[in-house]
Each structure stands twice: as C-alpha cells, then as structure tokens.
C-alpha cells in the first residue's frame, strides 16, 4: 500500500543546531507540504513543492529551507534552531489534479 | 485573504449525543471544503469533502453540507462515539496553479461514556 513516512518520529535539539526532518512517500505525487501544528494555530504552512526542482514558501517560511531532488523526498531543513521551533511538523502529499492531502504520522521536535 | 474559522472547543459530549461544529469560511473564486480528523498521536486524515454549492459530503455517520450563501461547511453526526473522540478540522482548497489547502485551528471533541 502507499503511504507517507516521516523521520525521526521524535527528535531533541539544541538551540542553533541544523536539524533535517525526513518525509518519504510512495504515493508518486507532484505536490508535498510540510506544516507545523502548535496549539491554537491550527496546521501552518511552512514549504511546499508541485514537483522536482520545485519549492515555494507558505505563511511560516522564516529559519526553514527544503529541497526536492526526487518525487518521493522534501527533507526539511531548520538552519539553526530556536526554541520557537518547537512544534510538531507534519508532512503531506496530493495529486497533481486533486486536492485531497494524504499526511505522514508527524515528527515532535523539542529544542532546548 | 483565504480563511477558515471553527468553533472553539473542546466540545464534550456523552455517547450517542448529537454533534454539530460549525465552520464558516471566506475565499477568493470557489473553493473546494473538507474535514480531516486527527486521532491521538497521528496525522490527519480525510474524514469528508465537498466540491460544489448543495453538495452533502459524507462518511462514517458523519455529514456536512457546503452552503455557498452562508459561506459555511457544518459537520454534524446523529449519534457521536466514544471512539469518535479526536481533533476536527475546517479546510478549503484553492486553484493557485496546484492546490493549496487552508486549515481551521481545530476542535477538539471528547466523548464520555
């Protein structure tokens, strides 16, 4: 079955250390989203992609960085972390044509 | 711009209950109106949608209906679950040259038994 993965599904860091969260799906889908979901904020749009070689910042783009060099991958990048950054990041996925978003599980990142 | 409000929660209920969570929306040109569910600890998933003024979209007893005129998207379930318990959210989904979705902050329903 496709699904959408996420690495690591917990992570603790230090402030000012580059971290980068993993998301891996085998939906073959053009589109990819990370978001961050903190409480009383809903899901924020941080990156997204409609394909290879393609990234776009969302509305919380500041401190992140993504790359997309295949269908399957938008590893997310924190250049330095702060501790605003703690948050729980989820990746999704969609069809090009479509517009439901299939989500991974989420990664919890602390940083201290 | 694009939004999405929800009614706060949490919302507490007592089995077979009636739910409603209101959500209205404001967009630009004709969006497309979703709820996804989050179960604890998962991401969310697709619980219904609805692409068009007057349609009903509908999945495991759950309903609501896109009302262009009062720019809203109601969810509403007869007889609520304890397993029903979870985070809702509101979304539309805009044609910005790909989809884009727009998420509600969520509302978090607790059954008791």
């Known amino acids: 079955d496709a699904e959408i993965t996420q690495s690591p599904r917990h992570k603790i860091t230090e402030t000012g250390r580059q971290v980068t969260l993993a998301c891996h799906q085998t939906w073959n889908h053009n589109n990819m989203f990370w978001y961050r979901q903190d409480l009383g904020h809903g899901l924020r749009l941080i990156h997204y992609?409609?394909?290879?070689?393609?990234?776009n910042k969302g509305e919380v783009s500041d401190g992140y960085s993504v790359s997309r060099s295949n269908t399957e991958d938008l590893p997310l990048t924190l250049e330095s972390a702060a501790s605003s950054q703690t948050s729980v990041y989820f990746c999704a996925s969609s069809e090009p044509a479509g517009d439901e978003q299939y989500f991974g599980p989420g990664t919890r990142l602390t940083v201290t | 711009g694009d939004s999405v409000t929800q009614m706060e929660g949490p919302v507490t209920l007592s089995e077979e209950a009636f739910l409603t969570i209101n959500c209205t929306y404001t967009?630009?040109?004709?969006?497309?109106l979703f709820w996804y569910v989050q179960y604890p600890g998962e991401g969310l998933q697709l619980l219904l949608k609805a692409t068009k003024a007057d349609d009903k979209g509908s999945n495991k007893g759950f309903e609501a209906t896109y009302r262009k005129e009062t720019t809203s998207f109601h969810l509403e379930k007869g007889s609520v679950q304890v397993s029903d318990s979870a985070v809702y959210f509101c979304a539309l989904s805009v044609n910005t040259g790909g989809f884009k979705t727009i998420f509600g902050a969520g509302t978090r329903l607790f059954v008791k038994a």
């Open positions: 992609s409609y394909g290879v070689q393609d990234t």
């Open positions: 967009a630009t040109g004709y969006p497309s």
